[in-house]
């Protein structure tokens, strides 16, 4: 293991992967669904040298790089040689588009981005609103054609590129910024430093109890925190291999398993349902897999995952992009439905009245508060918007805006999200994007977009739209959920609408999300039960 690890504020992922291939350079550690593999030695050396094809190209430390990549071992070493340079890898969700996607560049004002070919068209399609991007690093063989006041370099001309030997990153240099979505604005890009980066890492190393033998599946996305850093982390700190799939696919999830002897993996709460909701097969407790962690962990999820496909823990966990994980499961300690016991070595956790920030006594809801006890071991900020960070940060607190119970032995337990936001897939989403992406069709007046409860036992939402159509408009629903798929990402589709007079308001204007859910979907519009258009 990284000779670090007990020393949360000193690590970062960049040193842990120089010291394993310094130690180790033979020893295998990734491979990919799309048929790559690397060495700890390899991995290393393309790292290095992709940060001195960047700098080669211009890119200085502290400047910011975009990542719009899908899971490889080439999006690996790309975020890892981002790293080296002491530059800022600005981790793209490849579903974005549209406003979702400019908003994200302009905000990061990226002159550099490094994109798969098949995604490059989204970025061309922004090109009149893009005023700093000036060059385009792409991976693979496209047809899009990009503006010749861009400059167009492929990926794999790194490989000629000489090592960088510049200084090592710091772990209070800002490693990346991932963006997460308010409700009141844009989404809000978090500003995270190495050891902020290695300690999701770290925390898992704990909660799963990583051992040398153990082997990760990554089947959640790079450009997010579980992904990367919970998971791909972890495989450099405890010095493990690990199989990287392009894309989560429930069909072949089991059979992924089995084929790569992986031991651990992760799931969200709507993965976990997708896998769930296969078809049972006689081959379902044929794997090695011995521990998962799913956030949440619905008591149902956690029974199936034990008694039908043999997992012998699955676990929990609580936390958020800004404030790493502060909250985790215990091998052996089920806890089905509960978050599980904060790491009181590195977080100080506090239940609180949401309104005095005054503590709340076991047993009762408050909201969940967090702060560090490691050095750089959170966020540094938001982007651009530090009256955001001042908010988040009251009374000395950051403010999750979660709701939580802790009990008389120290389970914490998430209950539900105080502020108004969405999650669907994995995703929070901002109501304000949507509401500007739906706004300016024809024919609307007024919209709101706001949260329902996801069937299932997923633990998530699907978005839901109140219409206000114009004088004289009638609306067609089929027809606004076509136009608005067009510009949301995926994950932001609205899948229930209904049409109303007005929008409920409170004195001062502010739309009240919380009287339309509490008016639920029944009799909406509902977009996956419609007829195919």
Known sequence: MYSRIHEPHACTLTDALSEWAASQPDTPWLHDSQGSALTVGHA?????RFAGFLHQLGVQPEERVGVFMSNSCAMATTVFGIGYLRSTAVMLNT????????????????????????????????ADELPHLKTLIVLGE??????????????????????????????????????TSGTTG?????LMPHCHCAMFGLGAMRSMEVAAHDKYYICLPLFHANGLFMQLGTTVLARIPAF?????????????????????????????????????TAQDRNHNLRACMSGPNPAQHEAVFRERFGVKDVLSGFGMTEVGI?????????????????????????????????????????????????????????????EKTVEAW??????????????????????????????????????????????????????????????????????????????????????????????LPRFAK??????????????????????????????????EAAPPQ
């Open 95 to 126: 579903e974005l588009r549209s406003s979702f996607l400019r908003h994200q560049l302009n905000d990061c004002q990226l002159a550099t981005i490094v994109v798969d070919a098949a995604l490059v068209e989204h970025i061309v399609s922004q």
């Open 326 to 386: 502060p909250i985790w499961g215990r091998l052996g300690h089920s806890a089905p439905n509960a978050a599980g016991w904060a790491h009181e070595d590195r977080y100080e956790i506090c239940i609180a009245d949401p309104d005095t920030d005054a503590p709340v006594p076991a047993g009762q809801t408050g909201e969940i508060l967090v702060r560090p006890k490691v050095p750089f071991g959170f966020m540094a900020g938001y982007l651009n918007v530090p």
């Open 394 to 487: 009251r009374n000395l607190w950051f403010h999750t805006g979660d709701a939580g119970i802790r009990d008389a032995q120290g389970l914490i337990t998430f209950v539900d999200r105080i502020k108004d936001c969405i999650r669907r897939r994995g995703e929070n989403i901002s109501a304000t994007e949507v509401e500007a992406v739906v706004g300016q069709l024809p024919g609307i007046h007024e919209v709101a977009a706001y949260a329902v409860p996801a069937q299932g036992a997923g633990g998530e939402d699907e978005v839901m739209l109140a219409l206000v159509p114009s004088e004289g408009a009638t609306l067609d629903m089929a027809d606004i959920v076509r136009q608005a798929s067009a510009q």
């Open 142 to 179: 496209g047809h899009a054609t990009v503006p010749g006041r861009w400059r167009h370099v492929a990926w794999l001309d790194n490989e000629a590129s000489p090592p960088w030997k510049g200084p090592a990153p710091q772990p209070q240099d800002i490693f990346c910024i991932m963006y």
């Open 244 to 280: 990287l799939k392009q894309r989560f696919s429930a069909s072949t999830w089991l059979a992924d398993i089995r084929a790569t002897g992986a031991t651990l993996t992760h799931h969200l709460g709507t993965t976990a349902m997708f896998v769930i909701n296969q078809p049972p």
């Open 494 to 527: 609205p899948r229930y609408l209904r049409q109303m007079d007005s929008l409920p308001k409170t004195a001062t204007g502010k739309i009240q999300r919380a009287i339309l859910r509490q008016q639920g979907s029944a009799d909406a519009y509902d977009a």
């Open 186 to 190: 844009p989404s809000k890009g978090v």
């Open 44 to 48: 290393f050396t393309d790292s290095q």
